[in-house]
């Protein structure tokens, strides 16, 4: 039997979804190294190295005699430059299975943001290493900072047709953490949340959890983006795996 002693290499490991892979990592014995911008005090089979992905500083150190990459960290833009940054220093340090998280739609919806994330994936997929692609749903957690901020308005405006499938950060974690410690895959199926809300029926649901009471306003969300919305291009309802924990869960742990 062979035992696996190189690090892997996390980046966004102090993220959302990292907090929840480092420590499942380290559960299954591994020794883990975070990329992070600002300097941490590395401890407990956590090493902390400081890089710059957008700019493409620090990945020499952070690549030294890693084998795998788990590519979670992301951004409001710029997410496929810095993945081209990374793709880069992880073929010269030979690395052999890099693993990316990417979103639902990215070469569907016709939003900026998604097309970085399509740019991001198409770097990972021609870099010439062996690789794994999941995408998965908007997070809990992400929908419940939307709804909160939405909530603070005296009128909720509701998009008609925007639906979401919310899924739980903790089951991608798992997912991606099985995915990682396996072989390469290439573009896995979808992860999605258990069920499909509209916009209203979310902040519907956070409102009843908060005990709080706001007028809806049915909006139009105009333009190509509002169209591939409305026609749930967003969403993965057929061939997804999808986890098991509902928008009503997640709320009446975090809020209620």
């Known amino acids: 039997m062979t035992v696996t002693t190189s690090p892997i290499l996390v980046t966004g490991g102090t993220g959302t979804l990292g907090g929840h892979v480092v420590p499942l990592l380290r559960q ?20 902390y190295v400081t890089a ?18 788990l590519h979670l960290a992301g951004g409001p833009k ?43 994936e198409r770097a990972v997929a021609d870099s010439g290493l062996e690789w794994t692609t999941l995408r998965a749903a908007q997070f809990h957690d992400l929908t419940l900072d939307v709804v909160e901020k939405m909530a603070k308005l005296p009128v909720v405006p509701c998009p008609g047709g925007l639906r979401f499938q919310p ?36 902040a519907r649901g956070y409102l009843q959890a908060r005990g709080k009471h706001r007028l809806m306003m049915p909006v139009r969300m105009p333009g190509k983006a509002g169209r591939a919305y409305r026609a749930g291009e967003n969403l993965s309802l057929e061939g997804a795996v999808v986890g098991q924990r509902t928008w009503e869960q997640f709320l009446a742990e975090r809020v209620g």
């Open 167 to 202: 899924v739980d950060s903790r089951e991608v974690a798992a997912r991606i953490v099985e995915l990682a410690l396996g072989k390469a895959a290439g573009l896995v199926p979808d992860l999605a949340g258990p069920k499909v809300y509209g916009m209203a029926d979310l």
């Open 52 to 69: 710059d992905l957008l700019r493409g500083e620090g990945m020499e150190p952070a690549m030294n005699g890693v084998e795998t990459v």
């Open 78 to 120: 710029g997410d496929d430059e810095a993945t081209r940054n990374l793709v880069r220093a992880a073929s010269r340090a030979g690395v052999r299975h890099l693993v990316y998280i990417s979103v639902i739609g990215a070469d569907k919806v016709p939003l900026g943001w998604f097309r970085t994330k399509l740019g991001a």
């Open 28 to 47: 299954a014995g591994r020794d883990i190294r975070v990329l992070s911008r600002h300097s941490r005090e590395s401890g407990d089979g956590i090493e």
